[in-house]
C-alpha cells in the first residue's frame, strides 16, 4: 500500500515543491513569479558612511602626498637651474674676460707697428681668431645650456611620470 503525500508536509527533506492550486491568471503569475530565481543586483552596494569617510581622508592623504612630491620636485629642479645658470656665468664671463685681454693685447701690438701693411694683418689675424674663438665659444655655452635645461627638467619630468601613472592606475 502507498501512501498519498498530504498536502503542504514536505516527505524528504529535499528541494521545496511549488503547488499550484488555481489555474487563473493571477495565480499562475504569482507562481511563476515564486518560482523564478532570485537575482542580486550587479551594482555596488553603497558604502557605509565609515568607508567614504575612510576613503575621503585617504583621497586627501594622497592629494597631500602629490602636492609635496611635486613642490619637492620643483625645487630640487630650482636647486638645479640656479646652480647651472651660476656656471654659465663663470664660463659666460671668463670668455669675455679672454676676449678683452686679446683685445687689449692687439690694441697694444698696433700702436706699435710701423706700416699700415703690418696694422692690417695684425687685425685681420685678430678677427678671424676672435670670430672662431667666439663662434667655439657660443658653441659650448649653447651645449652647455641644452645640458643644464635637460637636467633642470628631469625631477619635474620624472613627477610628471609618476603622476601620469597613479592617475592611469586610478581610472
Known amino acids: 500500500m502507498t501512501k498519498k503525500p498530504t498536502p503542504g508536509v514536505r516527505p524528504h527533506a529535499s528541494a521545496p515543491t511549488l503547488t499550484v492550486v488555481a489555474d487563473t491568471p493571477v495565480a499562475l503569475a504569482r507562481a511563476s513569479e515564486a518560482a523564478a530565481p532570485v537575482t542580486t543586483p550587479t551594482t555596488p552596494t553603497p558604502s557605509t558612511p565609515t568607508q567614504g569617510m575612510k576613503t575621503m581622508i585617504n583621497s586627501t592623504v594622497d592629494f597631500a602626498t602629490i602636492g609635496k612630491d611635486n613642490l619637492e620636485a620643483f625645487t630640487a629642479s630650482s636647486k638645479i637651474w640656479m646652480a647651472g645658470v651660476q656656471d654659465l656665468t663663470k664660463q659666460f664671463a671668463a670668455t669675455a674676460k679672454a676676449s678683452l685681454e686679446e683685445s687689449v693685447a692687439t690694441f697694444k701690438a698696433l700702436t706699435t707697428v710701423k706700416s699700415v701693411q703690418e696694422a692690417i ?15 667655439a665659444e657660443s658653441t659650448k655655452l649653447t651645449e652647455a645650456s641644452l645640458k643644464l635645461t635637460e637636467q633642470a627638467l628631469a625631477p619635474i619630468t620624472a613627477r610628471m611620470a609618476v603622476a601620469v601613472g597613479s592617475f592611469s592606475k586610478a581610472a
Open 121 to 135: 694683418e695684425l687685425q685681420t689675424t685678430y678677427s678671424k681668431t676672435a670670430i672662431s674663438k667666439a663662434l
